[in-house]
């Protein structure tokens, strides 16, 4: 008999960490609660593109038994990628070989419905605080009032967590890049100069302080990301919604203004480039956020975290796929474990500590060189990882 036998335990996020964690449970005939603030899986866009490197996502994959099924829906022809200097020369282009599956891509939201499966998500259950040593175990409170108590509670629930304050008092801070998000759809057909520009996977352009990068998503979708170093403007409240710092914020209902203003920034880019701004139907502004390189914190009975609630770094690859190597090995160690379940819980986090510092320390150092002052630097970075 498992040890996990009469163990009551939620996780609280519904994103690929939450979501490893409670399928690799579930593979092993676990019960566990997933609790999601949001109503429903669609309640809001669940974003680009993910590349699952093969010693991570597709590694947790691969523990909850999805692997054929997420190579099925992969893209690894996404792992294309063109870098263009500003005047709109290729200055590499490199492009998959039939056999190359290190890093397909895949859509967030085929990703996040291949993980949901047939688990028990309990939607609209927005925990505002989680309370360690509540006597009969770890008390989650909800923003409708209502309590809930649980044996193990683990917090996936991103950059704001509502389940670290439990562990630590380190908050996210910002980095001095900021993100302004817009989309093509249908690009094919309705842009066809711009599908061929970004090609099967992405397309980036790196000037002094800034750049312009397009990744292709399946059925003919494009995210363009403007990434530009500035003050920030707006910050978070002591207590923000992380509806709002998760997911980024509209920025502002006059699209043409914003548009206006971004086209300014990049004045004397290619046209090409330009392009894919101009023809971007909304914009979301996204200010990049990161906890401490190292972060770690006391051991509490009864709670955990994973990925970006335990060490949120810049968006470059990375983040995703220790997340579902997170959940995925701290599931598998509790379901297979004949210790103490609060033992496993503590091991895992050493383990967990050093990995992320680790990358959390290369993709603060990728950040600072590929929006820098020095363009050459963003293409060292490509060159490092994958050489022309």
């Given amino acids: 008999m498992s040890v996990l036998t009469r163990h009551r335990i939620a996780v609280v996020g519904s994103g690929p960490a939450g979501l490893t964690f409670a399928r690799v449970l579930h593979r092993h005939g676990h019960p566990v609660t997933v609790l999601e603030r949001d109503p429903a899986p669609d309640a809001r866009p669940p974003g680009g593109t993910l590349d699952l490197h093969e010693g991570l996502g597709q590694l947790a994959l691969d523990k909850a038994g999805l692997l054929d ?25 490199w492009r998959p070989g039939p056999d190359e599956r290190a890093n397909p891509e895949i859509d967030r939201g085929q990703l996040r419905d291949l993980l949901l499966g047939p688990l028990d998500v309990r939607w609209a259950r927005h925990v505002t605080r989680v309370e360690p040593g509540a006597g009969d175990g770890v008390r989650v409170h909800f923003a409708d009032g209502r309590q809930e108590t649980y044996d193990l509670v683990v917090g996936a629930d991103g950059a704001w967590s509502r389940t670290r304050p439990a562990l630590s008092p380190v908050t996210p801070r910002y980095t001095g890049v900021t993100l302004v998000e817009t989309s093509l759809d249908d690009v094919d057909t309705r842009h066809p100069d711009l599908a061929r520009l970004v090609g099967d996977g992405s397309v980036a352009v790196y000037g002094v302080n800034r750049a312009i990068v397009a990744q292709r998503g399946s059925g003919g979708h494009v995210k363009v990301y403007a990434q530009f170093r500035a003050p920030l403007d707006r910050h978070p409240e002591p207590d923000p919604d992380p509806l709002l710092t998760d997911t980024g914020t509209d920025v502002g209902p006059d699209i043409d203004t914003v548009r206006t203003a971004l086209l300014s920034m990049f004045d004397g880019w ?21 906890l401490p390189v190292g972060h770690t914190w006391t051991h509490v009975r009864g709670v955990t975290l994973l ?10 690859g990375a983040g995703a796929n220790l997340a579902m190597l997170e959940g995925a090995e701290l599931a598998e160690a ?9 033992d496993t819980v503590r091991a895992f986090e050493e383990r967990m500590w050093a990995r992320a510092a680790r990358w959390a320390g290369i993709t603060a150092a990728g950040l600072e060189r590929l929006v820098s002052p020095d363009p050459a630097a963003a293409l060292a970075v490509f060159d490092e990882v994958q050489p022309s």
């Fill in 334 to 342: 509790l379901a297979t474990g004949s210790g103490e379940p609060d």
């Fill in 270 to 290: 290619a046209v090409p480039v330009l392009e894919l701004l101009r023809h971007g139907t909304a914009f979301v502004r996204r200010p990049l956020y990161v």
């Fill in 69 to 93: 099924r997420f190579r099925a829906l992969a893209r690894p022809e996404g792992q294309a990628m063109r870098i263009l200097d500003v005047d709109g020369t290729v200055l590499r282009d």
């Fill in 307 to 316: 990925g970006d609630a335990a060490h949120l770094m810049p968006p470059l």
